[in-house]
């Protein structure tokens, strides 16, 4: 860094202040704009500056409650996008209004959710303002001169490395959903709302919604935020053997999921991938059945308050961070843990 460190260009030195570009969809805010909030409240105290969000929608009233939700999770100002172009999310529109209000006002910083719609808005976004982009961030820190740094695995989880956009503007990052805490709310928390007209004009936009289908998929998981997980691994040794993780999770009222290798295998599908490439999850309790504890997995689930690990193996890498371990076979323990907690 000291050796590529350069001025930063003087049309940049103006820029100030911590943003987070909130995600709406479906009328909600997606929680993790919320945890965003919170870290970005952390950057923006230390840096002196103000903490504001972006929201963008169609409806009034759905802008103005997360607007309110978003002064109560800490932000200072909201600067608010409403048109009928950006009823239903679209890359194009929400690239260009969101693009327009930076040009406009001119953030230090941009955080967006790395989730399937934030990924692909923070991409564009970072290419049409022609500035860096650091994706998937597992932490954020910030300096006096306002560089952030932003730090991601790298070298496929074995390496943590911090990144700096040193001579753009804004500095851009993304993170999961659970990646950070979710912040406390302060109910009645206020701030100054700054309406920017879009000025989208809906028969410029190339792109048209003709219908949305109902994800077929009844069984989408929702692991980031389940309070209980039992996942397995492939010490479990069969698709069959995996049942006992499912039915051990139904009886605690939880989620399950497993480790990369059972995705390729097709015990699960990818969206119950626990792990560096797969979901983030804080559980109060994470069940891991005959998973080994590589770091790629380890970097998902480390935010989880009790960690119980069942392994075959006394030295399995899982044993250094599981909060309880317990050296058993796991196709014998997970059916009479399930039995026992049935029975009680
Ligand atoms: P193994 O490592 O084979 O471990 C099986 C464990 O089960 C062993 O510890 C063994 O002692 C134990 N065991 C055996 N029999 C029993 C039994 N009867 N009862 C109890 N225990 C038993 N992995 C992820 O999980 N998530 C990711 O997101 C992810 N992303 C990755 C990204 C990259 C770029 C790369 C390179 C790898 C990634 N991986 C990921 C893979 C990761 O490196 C490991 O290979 C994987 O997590 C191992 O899965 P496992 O623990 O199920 O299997």
């Excluded at 691994?233 to 053997?241: F, Q, R």
């Amino acid at each position: 860094r000291a050796n590529t460190k350069k001025e930063l260009p003087e049309h940049f030195k103006a820029y100030k202040h911590v943003w987070v570009a909130v995600e709406i969809e479906h009328g909600q805010v997606h929680s993790v704009s919320f945890e965003l909030l919170g870290e970005g409240r952390k950057l923006a105290d230390k840096r002196g500056v103000e903490l504001a969000a972006v929201v963008m929608g169609d409806d009034r009233a759905s802008l103005d409650a997360a607007a309110v939700a978003c002064f109560e999770y800490g932000a200072d100002c909201v600067y608010l996008a409403q048109d009928p172009a950006l009823k239903h999310y679209r890359n194009e529109t929400s690239t260009k209004v969101l693009t327009d209000i930076v040009n406009t006002y001119q953030p230090e910083i941009l955080l967006l959710g790395a989730t399937n719609l934030g990924r692909d808005l923070a991409g564009s976004v970072a290419t049409t303002l022609q500035t860096g982009l650091t994706a998937d961030c597992t932490e954020l820190a910030i300096d006096d001169e306002g560089s952030l740094a932003a730090t991601r695995p790298t070298f496929g989880g074995s390496l943590l490395c911090t990144i700096f956009t040193l001579n753009y503007r804004p500095q851009m990052a993304t993170v999961r959903p659970r990646v950070l805490a979710m912040p406390d709310r302060e109910e009645g928390r206020t701030g100054r709302i700054v309406e920017f007209d879009p000025k989208l004009v809906e028969d410029d936009v190339i792109t048209k919604v003709l219908d949305f289908i109902a994800d077929r998929d009844t069984d989408k998981a929702n692991l980031p935020y389940a309070d209980i997980v039992v996942a397995g691994g492939l010490g479990l040794g069969s698709a069959e053997n995996f049942q006992l993780v499912k039915e051990l999770a139904e009886v605690l009222g939880a989620e399950y999921g497993g480790s990369r290798p059972l995705v390729q295998k097709g015990w699960i599908t990818s969206d119950r991938q626990i792990g560096q490439t797969g979901k983030t999850i804080r559980p109060k309790l994470y069940i891991a059945a005959g998973i080994s504890g590589a770091i790629q997995h380890r970097v998902g689930v480390e935010g989880a308050d009790v960690i119980v690990a069942i392994n075959t193996d006394p030295n399995a890498p899982i044993f250094e961070f599981a909060h309880l371990g317990i050296v058993a076979d796991a196709v014998t323990l997970l059916p009479a843990l399930t039995d026992a907690f049935a029975a009680r």
